[in-house]
Structure formats: structure tokens, C-alpha cells
């Protein structure tokens, strides 16, 4: 039994001991992993505060983008070219003529450094980007000329003889009474299909059209930036072929992407202002000169985005500067839509006007 007392005596010693240092090493440990969840919190808390920075400073920068946009629009002429910048002004021989005999003195000729209606993308304050589209240089879905139309529903897709129940259900779809077009469809057909009724009135943007019955079809494949940069609803039958988009252009009769692309490097350079020239450069038969226009519209598009993300923001605007005691401009309606890459990728030309440079310089390394 003596010899027995030492050896538990050693052992009755060392298990404190032990025990000690496996809670010296536990409570490293957890200190450890306690230091590692902190700095993971804190690396995302400050990731997400820098998030919010920059979602408020790209909408502060958006909004002054909007702002100074529209305070161009609505206090700047227009020319063949687009939107002027300042106050320069151009003559032809016979405008100084005139000016000479005390006329007036307004010039449509290009000075150099319009905005141009086009939808070509330039760069706001910071991360916005814009683009400005002439309404004359878009489909206008109800009063587009025949031979426009037969080349926008070729290229829908749209056989030749569903066009008559298309066009039905369109007027059914916007006239106040509940006549039943042949081929057409009133408020019944959209209920048994379990659709929104007809409202009754013209259509208000071009997405609307999507919900007329017949037409999602042959709009599905088209995304909202695609519908947008295609059709408007404005009164204007004529195309002006110095805004007119790609997608506006091909359905003239004779285009195609070669001679779109042609026209579209002439005009970056120095605008049309005669069928004759459009004619030549787009390889095509002379254009009836009642059936083209070089003079923007007073109504149009605004797309702003940000190349930090999120979605764009559309206006369709009209100009009322006759407007008595209301604002130089009217929104007519806007949207939210989704923001497809190939805004991004695009080249952003800086635009020239100097109210676009003066503005407060913005965080290192943006815009």
C-alpha cells in the first residue's frame, strides 16, 4: 500500500493541471473564432454602409443628370443635329439675308455641339448615363405609314393574314364602345381569358401593347429597352431620318444592317438635311421627301441609369412652352426598367455642354 501512494499521488496532481491548460487553449479558441465572426460583422456592416453611399450617391447623381437634362430640353433649340448646349447660332446665306432685313433669325443648322436624339449614350454626373430619343425617329404604332408598317410586322414575324385580327383587336382594344370588330375582341374575350378588359382608350406607353390580346405573341421577344427604342405613340406619321434608331431604320424598304450602320457613322458626323444624301449613303431608291423629316419632335425619351446597377429610369416627355403658367415640359408617363448589358458596354460619349463640366467634382475615381 506504500508503494502505491506516490503513484496515485502523481497522477491526483497532474489532471488539475491538464485540465487548466485545455481551458486555456478552449478559450483561445473561442476568442479566436469570437475575433473572426467580429471582423466578419464588421467587414459586411462597412461593406453595406459603402453600399448605401454609393446607392445615394448614384441617385443624387441621376437626379442632377434628370434635372439638367430636362433644363436643356426646356430652355435650348433644337437643330437638324439635336439639342444645342448654349446660345451659338449658324446662317446660311440666305438666313443672313433675312437677318439683314431685320426677319427672324432662328437657324435649324447644325453648330457642333448638339445632344444628340438619337438614343447614342453619353455620360452624366458620376455613374449616370443618358440617352435622348427623338419621337419622330420611332414607329408611331397608330399612325405609321404603310410601308413602315408592313416592314415592322415582317419583322416580327407576323404572317400576312393574322394582320387584320391584330389590327382589330388593337382599335377594339383602345375605342370607348364594345362593337366587336370581325377578328377583334372586347371586354367579354378578355374576360373569359381571364385578361385585364380593354381600357377603353388610346394606348399610354408602348408596353400597354403587350397586353392587348394577339400581340404578346409576336412581343416576346423583344425586351422593354428593345419595345421602347421601336415604337411611340406620338402623332407622327413622318420618320425623321437623322434620329431614326436601328430598328426604326431597318424597317424602311431597302435597308439593311450594312446601309444602317452607314448612315448612322454619316449623321454622327454631320446630320441629313435632304432625302437625295440619305438616299446615297444608304445604297436605296430615292425616299418620297413627305415621307422623311431631319427636324426632331417636340416630344421623346430620357434613359438614365447607372453603371453601378440597378434598374433605368425612362420619361417620355413632351415640350409646353406654350404651356400658360404651367411648366416647360410634361412628363407623359415613366418606368422602371430592366437594365440589359448592352448599355454598359456601349461607349459613353461626354457630352459638351458646359453646365455638365461645371458641376461640384464628384468622389475619386467616379464618373
Not at 367579354?188 to 408602348?206: Q, T, V
Not at 423629316?293 to 446597377?309: M, V
Amino acid at each position: 500500500m506504500n508503494r502505491v501512494k506516490p503513484y496515485l499521488g502523481i497522477r491526483l496532481a497532474g489532471r488539475p493541471q491538464g485540465y487548466i491548460l485545455l481551458l486555456v487553449l478552449g478559450f483561445i479558441v473561442v476568442l479566436m473564432l469570437l475575433g473572426s465572426a467580429i471582423a466578419m460583422l464588421t467587414d459586411r456592416a462597412l461593406a453595406e454602409q459603402a453600399a448605401r453611399e454609393q446607392q445615394s450617391q448614384d441617385l443624387l447623381d441621376r437626379q442632377s443628370t434628370r434635372a439638367t437634362l430636362f433644363y436643356l430640353l426646356g430652355s435650348q433649340r433644337m437643330t437638324y443635329a439635336g439639342l444645342t448646349v448654349d446660345e451659338q447660332m449658324r446662317y446660311s446665306a440666305d438666313e443672313r439675308v433675312q437677318l439683314a432685313g431685320e426677319e427672324d433669325g432662328t437657324s435649324f443648322l447644325p453648330v457642333g455641339n448638339e445632344l444628340r436624339l438619337d438614343s447614342s449614350i453619353y455620360r452624366g454626373f458620376g455613374a449616370t448615363r443618358f440617352a435622348l430619343q427623338d419621337a419622330r425617329g420611332l414607329l408611331s404604332l397608330n399612325w405609321m405609314l404603310p410601308a413602315l408598317r408592313q416592314g415592322w410586322y415582317s419583322r416580327l414575324g407576323i404572317p400576312v393574314g393574322a394582320v387584320a385580327g391584330l389590327e382589330a383587336k388593337l382599335l377594339d382594344y383602345q375605342d370607348a364602345d364594345d362593337l366587336h370588330r370581325l377578328q377583334g375582341a372586347e371586354a367579354k374575350d378578355y374576360h373569359e381569358a381571364k385578361r385585364a378588359p380593354p381600357s377603353n382608350r388610346p394606348l399610354r406607353s408602348p408596353f400597354e401593347l403587350r397586353r392587348v390580346m394577339g400581340w404578346e405573341k409576336y412581343l416576346a421577344d423583344l425586351d422593354d429597352l428593345s419595345l421602347v427604342q421601336t415604337l411611340s405613340l406620338a402623332r407622327a406619321p413622318t420618320l425623321n431620318l437623322n434620329t431614326a434608331t436601328s430598328a426604326a431604320l431597318l424597317v424602311m424598304p431597302g435597308m439593311n444592317a450594312q446601309s444602317v450602320a452607314r448612315v448612322q457613322a454619316v449623321r454622327s458626323v454631320t446630320p441629313f438635311m435632304n432625302v437625295g444624301d440619305f438616299a446615297r449613303v444608304a445604297g436605296i431608291a430615292p425616299v418620297d421627301p413627305e415621307n422623311a423629316l431631319f427636324y426632331p419632335d417636340s416630344s421623346g425619351t430620357a434613359l438614365l441609369w447607372s453603371e453601378s446597377g440597378g434598374s433605368a429610369e425612362l420619361l417620355y416627355w413632351t415640350l409646353t412652352p406654350l404651356d400658360d403658367g404651367g411648366k416647360p415640359w410634361r412628363i407623359e408617363y415613366e418606368a422602371a426598367i430592366s437594365r440589359p448589358g448592352t448599355l454598359d458596354a456601349a461607349p459613353a460619349l461626354k457630352p459638351s455642354a458646359k453646365i455638365f463640366t461645371d458641376a461640384l467634382p464628384t468622389k475619386p475615381g467616379r464618373g
